[in-house]
């Protein structure tokens, strides 16, 4: 809110949320997973030209039907989408409410029957997918796309590094070209709805899941 210049209510801290979100898990009966979401807009905000940057803020959480994360089956088919590049931008790791490129991108997916595309930068550098952070695993090693290229700083990003690194798995931010992936033996995605979900394939290419499996197992016992 602050990178944006909209203006933080006093109000607004982590104590108030979690007692709103414990209420509307009362309210809306869910005893199991939940997907909760906060979402600030100015109130004046029908042109371009705000007259403040008075906010207000909605909050919503609909049911899961797990409670913890579990490993997708089947593993994603991929395709990287370079029709539109995702600008970096000193808020381009936020999530914002302008989602077009992300709709075009995921239409371009289905237009080609994969499961998620990869979104590039102005630099040909992959950056993440339609709905969540990217990584791939060489030697051993899992690689992610650094802020500075534009990605989504996502919590389960942050939480997956943390994880990875406790377990004793190197993990390097480092900018990537489409071709690496192809050099890969792993891919996969996080996002906190979902947790991890591994890819299979990627064109021609076809991948293991050892890694995204183990990393699983830490989330899901970390999450218990």
Not at 18 to 25: I, M, Q, R
Not at 129 to 153: E, H, Q, R
Not at 170 to 194: H, Y
Request: proline share 3%.
């Amino acid at each position: 809110m602050k990178a944006i210049k909209m203006d933080v209510p006093k109000w607004l801290t982590v104590s108030v949320v979690e007692k709103a979100f414990d209420k509307l898990k009362e309210v809306n009966k869910i005893t199991n997973g939940g997907r909760a979401r906060m979402t600030a807009y100015r109130n004046n905000g029908l042109t371009y030209k705000p007259e403040s940057n008075d906010v207000s803020i909605v909050l919503e959480l609909r049911p899961l039907a797990d409670a913890t994360y579990i490993l997708n089956e089947k593993g994603f088919s991929i395709g990287v989408y370079t029709e539109n590049h995702k600008h970096r931008s000193t808020y381009s790791q936020y999530k914002t409410g302008n989602s077009l490129l992300y709709a075009l991108a995921a239409t371009h997916a289905a237009s080609h029957k994969w499961d998620e595309a990869i979104l590039v930068n102005d630099d040909e550098r992959v950056v993440e997918t339609t709905s969540s952070n990217l990584f791939m695993v060489k030697n051993g090693i899992i690689f992610t796309p650094p802020l500075s290229d534009g990605c989504i700083a996502g919590v389960m990003r942050r939480n997956l590094i943390e994880i990875a690194e406790e377990g004793g798995i190197k993990v390097r931010e480092q900018s990537m070209a489409p071709a690496a992936l192809e050099a890969a033996d792993e891919i996969f995605l996080t996002n906190t709805i979902n947790g991890i979900r591994w890819a299979m394939a990627y064109g021609k290419r076809r991948y293991f899941n050892n890694t995204s499996k183990q990393l699983m197992e830490w989330l899901a016992e970390s999450v218990e």
